[in-house]
């Protein structure tokens, strides 16, 4: 379980140096956590030889076995809605659901961690993971999460996170000096920090903006290639309270609420990258600036139980694409893949546990 961190900012006194290490060192928790989501399986880390259950251990040796639940963003909720299409996409990419009309959306919102019974104010970061499937058959699946980058940008970074993040034997928590250890020799993870210092945990999965962080390539008919990064902004959420409720579920309860009294909506956008820009890199922003596309509005019309909607079983594997969208080189995608299935190998084989488990 992580720790909830103070927030910082406006009308906050600075940190004192020592705050920010020990503060650091909590966020390297979530950053683990987050991490764990992004195994390495190809073997190209010749020294390790590296394979999912070997990763998928270590993850369960940080968050804990949970049978039957995901093992990272294991807490969570399930939505069903449609996407809307404004047509403005079609020029760039022949993928059906960008064609104007409406295609069928099946969603999850979660939490970054590997306890389902994790308060939901102990990290600030959510994330929603999304299924569009087109009339002919053919899927989108896509993860995005409230921060807007990831900390770092290959699975050999990833691991070594990973492991300054496991838990010390002898005091359940990570070892004082590893986190700070890592970022120190890792600078790519500053955006990253400069985010989360000033991240809070919102009282809403319904307010927050979502981020695909990685990018990809959308085609269009002639063959033409333009890479891009999408992401939701919602239209219309009256915004929550400046703090969360002190109450361990009360996410799940404010989105039930807010949709029996109506839809929910998020714009789609895709931003398209520019000559130059980090095609390949998760831990690094494009320039402000570039040209955004309303690509159309997603609705959610109601929430599903996770242990028993239509979400459950769904493996959000993000290189699972139609034609038209294409994955780029980013090394952890394929580390996404590979980890997702072996996540859902493990916890479909332990579904029947699930109605037998007992609340801690």
Request: net charge positive; charged share 20%; with cysteine.
């Amino acid at each position: 379980m992580v720790d909830q961190l103070p927030p910082v900012g406006p009308g906050k006194p600075p940190l004192r140096p020592v705050s920010v290490m020990l503060r650091l060192a909590g966020i390297g928790v979530v950053v683990a956590v987050i991490a764990g989501a992004f195994y390495y399986v190809n073997g190209t880390l010749d020294s390790q030889r590296l394979r999912p259950k070997t990763l998928v251990k270590a993850l369960e040796h940080n968050n804990g076995v949970f049978a039957g639940y995901r093992r990272n963003h294991a807490k969570g909720i399930c939505v069903v809605g449609y996407f809307e299409s404004s047509g403005n996409a079609h020029g760039l990419s022949r993928a059906q659901v960008f064609e104007t009309g409406r295609t069928p959306v099946v969603g999850r919102f979660a939490l970054p961690s590997g306890n389902p019974y994790a308060p939901d104010s102990s990290v600030p970061i959510r994330s929603l993971a999304l299924r569009f499937t087109e009339a002919n058959g053919q899927q989108w699946r896509t993860g995005m999460n409230s921060m807007p980058v990831f900390a770092v940008g290959t699975p050999e970074a990833f691991y070594q996170m990973l492991q300054a993040g496991a838990p010390d034997p002898a005091t359940g928590k990570p070892k004082p000096g590893a986190m700070p250890g890592f970022f120190a020799a890792h600078p790519e993870t500053a955006p990253f920090l400069q985010w989360v210092k000033t991240a809070k945990p919102s009282a809403s999965f319904a307010t927050e903006s979502y981020n695909g962080i990685n990018a990809f390539y959308l085609v269009n008919g002639a063959g033409q290639r333009q890479a891009v990064r999408w992401g939701v902004v919602p239209q219309g959420q009256d915004a929550p309270g400046a703090t969360a409720p002190d109450n361990a579920d009360y996410l799940e309860q404010d989105l039930t609420r807010r949709l029996a009294a109506g839809p929910l909506k998020w714009q789609f956008n895709l931003t398209l990258a520019e000559a130059g820009d980090p095609v390949n890199d998760a831990s690094k922003a494009w320039p402000a600036g570039r040209k955004v596309i309303n690509a159309g509005t997603l609705v959610l019309l109601q929430a599903e139980q996770q242990n028993s909607g239509e979400c459950r079983d769904i493996n959000y594997d993000p290189l699972i694409l139609p034609s038209g969208i294409e994955g780029s080189d980013d090394p952890l995608l394929a580390a996404r893949s590979a980890a997702y299935a072996s996540s859902y190998l493990r916890r479909t084989s332990e579904v029947d546990q699930l109605s037998q488990e007992k609340r801690p």
